[in-house]
């Protein structure tokens, strides 16, 4: 589908595409603004935030041992080549995005740090829209896009703008699906109807009462099989089955 094409199609409602739309397909060269460029210039140049001590709301509806060990500060296998270069492309999306969105002024803020809050978690939203809503950008291949597209945001993305809205007090959030094979976008907006707080908050309040007892978490089972995309992305698989207390991390 050409953007000219989903422009007419675009709900009223959707927060981002049409104004998006309309700014993309203006020029066939596109200039950014100099907030946009400083912006960019201050992100390639950036170390990422040290997360170790902290639960992340990025990672509170993924594996629990994964969390932990996170929280540890245990050394990750370094990423092969293949997978390095996908981080790689997720991170450029977000920053097109973004600089796209603080030109045209779709975006008010982007990479807004949550501020200290009674559930302890740390993150980073990627962006504030002009109506205050909270934007997260997602980079997926064609699968997930059609699995998104028919069925909705992931469950572990609905947890992590469950934290956003719960540190925040925002109470609507637009996630931005892009398909990395083709660049095909879907907008979803979500309310709180649509996630689920008091499940966030049980995540949350275990992950750091494992802190106090020390309790590690079991191990999924498609890893203890050491099978599936869990277990064969996970930075920590050369050691993870192995480990038995949390006094072993380390």
Known sequence: MKFSETIKLADPGLVVSKRHEAWITELDHHMYSQRAIDFAQAQLGSVGRKRSGTISASSLGECGRYQQFV???????LPDAKNAAKMANGSFMHLRWQMEG?????LSHAEVPLDKNVFGLSGTMDGLLYD?????????NTNGFSRVVTFGPLIPHLFQMAT???CSGIDKGVFIYENKDNQEYKEIVVTPDDVDFEETRIRAEWMWGSTV???LHE???KCIDREGWEYNSCPFR???LSITSW???G
């Open 164 to 166: 956003y809205m719960m």
């Open 132 to 140: 205050d809503s909270i934007l997260e950008l997602k980079s997926i």
């Open 213 to 215: 007892t020390k309790k």
């Open 238 to 240: 050369d050691r993870c």
């Open 219 to 221: 191990p999924l089972g």
């Open 102 to 106: 603080l030109t045209e002024g779709w």
């Open 247 to 249: 006094e072993e991390v």
């Open 71 to 77: 929280y540890l500060g245990m050394p990750k296998l």
